[in-house]
């Protein structure tokens, strides 16, 4: 029987993983295992320096005290039987688009299983931030995951390639169409916001709002702005192939050869 695991970075009680289980469901034997809190911007940081713990929160269902990399560690390395045949990390609250990948602990999810060669698929859901989490439209994200999800155990993907996807947060009648797309550029405010605590101590809060996304012609900040869902194959490899290029040119190098 085909073998699902799914994580998150929004923990054991998000909004969306109850209608991922759903629709992953009639697909195959599906494993949870997700952070016991909220972990959103972990990237992929793993726990190094203090214990984990498990706990166990249903037939096939586990929570972990750490990051969501972690989550997908575990369950490879202890918790499931065998290798599963396809890890599903999301569907998280609020779009992973452009260099948001980059601070991503969905995306991490899914990459800690395809640096071992496992497909994988992160899933967000662009989301107005006003609008309660029980007010969205999961179904419209878990309904096309489960299509995707389709897709890659029929065709597989390239190795350590994962799909990054969002969707527009509309019913399923209103999702215009799905687009390919690359990463783009997502343009922040670059905030640091100074306060001060009841003992007159000084702490910050990081981040700004949301500015703009660059005019990258079929990138994914672009199509979610059209009320597309993008869907970005990314990979684990980040070297800059003409970056190299450039690096050989410089006047820096010798071989092991050559006296230094």
């Not at 016991?36 to 203090?50: D, F, P, R, V, Y």
């Amino acid at each position: 029987m085909t073998r699902i695991l799914i994580s998150n970075d929004d923990g054991v009680h998000a909004y969306g993983l109850p209608p991922l289980i759903e629709a992953l469901t009639p697909l195959g034997e599906v494993w949870v295992v997700a952070p016991e809190s909220e972990q959103s911007a972990q990237s992929h940081a793993l726990t190094m320096h203090k214990p984990l713990r498990v706990r166990r929160r249903g037939d096939r269902f586990f929570g972990v005290s750490g990051t969501p990399a972690d989550c997908v560690y575990m369950a490879l390395n202890k918790l499931l039987p065998d290798r599963p045949d396809i890890v599903v990390s999301g569907i998280n609250r609020g779009g992973n688009i452009g260099n948001d990948i980059l601070y991503s602990g969905t995306v991490a999810a899914a990459m800690e299983a395809c640096l071992v060669g496992i497909p994988a698929i992160a899933v967000s859901l662009h989301v107005d931030w006003e609008v309660h989490a029980s007010k969205h439209h999961w179904g419209t994200a878990a309904a096309l995951t489960a299509r995707l999800v389709g897709e890659v155990l029929r065709h597989g993907l390239m190795p350590r390639t994962l799909l990054n996807v969002n969707v527009p947060d509309v019913p399923p009648e209103a999702l215009k169409r799905v687009a390919a797309t690359s990463m783009g550029v997502r343009r922040y405010e670059n905030t640091v916001d100074e306060r001060l605590d009841p003992r007159g101590q000084r702490y910050y809060w990081l981040g700004g709002a949301h500015e703009s996304f660059d005019p990258i012609p079929d990138s994914d900040g672009q199509a979610i702005e059209r009320g597309y869902a993008s869907v970005t194959p990314i990979q684990a490899d980040l070297t800059s192939w003409p970056g190299l290029a450039r690096v050989h040119r410089m006047d820096v190098f010798y071989t092991q050869n050559e006296e230094t």
